[in-house]
């Protein structure tokens, strides 16, 4: 059996405030993780990562009549994240877009390996859901 680890429920914890201002254990974790063979562990999992969300000053804890709240401190979509990428991984990503801009023949969305920005991540993104998308229905037809 699989555990559930930090970075697991932090995922599900970032989807969930992604639509969602506020979590309760109580009234939502059933509503994230609706199947599970070990509901206490992976409470106590959600536990960790929302203290990692609140340490990050994403979420502030907040008790009302006995109750435990995690309230997002600002907007989910206010929270920006910076990431350095090295050289060669944005070359990297630069070329697979740019082959599936010649297959599409888009020279729109066209990357520049020395400047990648949000959109070229939207970009890869879109391509890797693609994939992902062709890989699930030849899985499928396989079965």
């Known amino acids: 059996m699989k555990y559930m680890t930090v970075l697991d429920a932090s995922g599900h914890l970032y989807e969930w405030f992604s639509d969602n201002e506020s979590f ?8 994230v993780i609706p199947i599970t063979e070990t509901p206490k562990r992976d409470r106590a999992t959600f536990l960790c990562a929302l ?6 000053k994403l979420i502030q804890e907040s008790e009302w009549e006995g109750k435990k709240y995690w309230v997002l401190s600002k907007s989910f979509l206010a929270f920006p994240q910076s990431v350095s990428i090295p050289p060669d991984v944005c070359l990297a990503i630069s ?23 949000d959109g ?17 229905l030849d899985n499928e037809q396989e079965e």
């Open 95 to 117: 070329q697979i877009i740019n082959k599936f801009c010649e297959r599409l023949g888009n020279d729109v969305d066209r990357c520049d390996p020395g400047c990648i920005n």
């Open 24 to 31: 309760s254990i109580e009234s939502d974790f059933m509503k």
């Open 51 to 56: 203290k990692d969300l609140e340490d990050s």
């Open 120 to 136: 070229d991540i939207k970009n890869l993104i879109y391509i890797c859901s693609l994939l992902t998308s062709e890989e699930e």
